[in-house]
């Protein structure tokens, strides 16, 4: 069994600019800080899958439909004891990119947590703080016309492996 999950990934300085952030938040917060190999957006979250549906379901994704997506992250939250950094207005690509593709999974029968999509990357886990009111504002432009789909390694700081580029 494989952890999968459909996201987007950062280019190099958009991983250097959240990474910064992940430092600022986990400053305050505590917790564990997210490795910066390990910071994404997640679009869909698909779980333990049987190694053999991963081949069946990048085949199923490779005509999706990728838009150029410009997203601005300027919002820290927290879910829980999860903090993340997400967008204040996610743009309308991005919230049609996701619809896309959860509705493709819908129809070629492959299962996903349904949960309502908050675009976020997570900076940290565990926090002990949930006020970060001492932080200064946050603006990070990220531009992406590429979905991934990934496995989940449980190991701390160890890389997620691509097992598929969409777009």
């Known amino acids: 069994m494989a952890r999968i999950f459909l996201g987007i990934w950062p280019d ?3 991983r250097d600019a959240l990474a910064q952030a992940s430092q600022s ?3 305050i917060s505590g917790g564990r800080i997210m490795a910066a190999n390990r910071l994404h957006l997640t679009l869909a979250f698909l779980g333990e899958v049987d190694e053999s549906r991963v081949g069946y379901i990048a085949r199923q994704l ?3 439909p990728v838009l150029a997506m410009d997203m601005l992250l300027d919002q820290y939250g927290f879910f829980g004891n999860i903090g993340w950094l997400g967008c204040a207005n996610p743009p309308d690509a991005l919230m049609t990119q996701a619809r896309l593709l ?3 999974l819908r129809l ?3 299962q996903f947590d349904d949960k ?4 976020h990357v997570t900076l940290v886990r ?3 703080r949930r006020d970060l009111v001492p932080l200064p504002p946050v603006a990070i432009r990220w531009q992406s016309s590429e979905i991934v789909l990934a496995e989940a390694d449980d190991r701390p700081g160890q890389p997620y492996r691509v097992r598929g ?3």
Do not use: C, S
């Not at 309502?116 to 675009?119: D, G, R, T, W």
């Open 12 to 14: 190099e300085n958009t």
């Open 25 to 27: 938040v986990h400053q």
């Open 126 to 128: 565990d926090a002990k």
């Open 62 to 64: 490779e005509h999706l």
């Open 165 to 167: 580029r969409f777009g």
């Open 116 to 119: 309502p999509f908050v675009p």
């Open 102 to 104: 959860r509705t493709a």
């Open 108 to 110: 070629n029968g492959i």
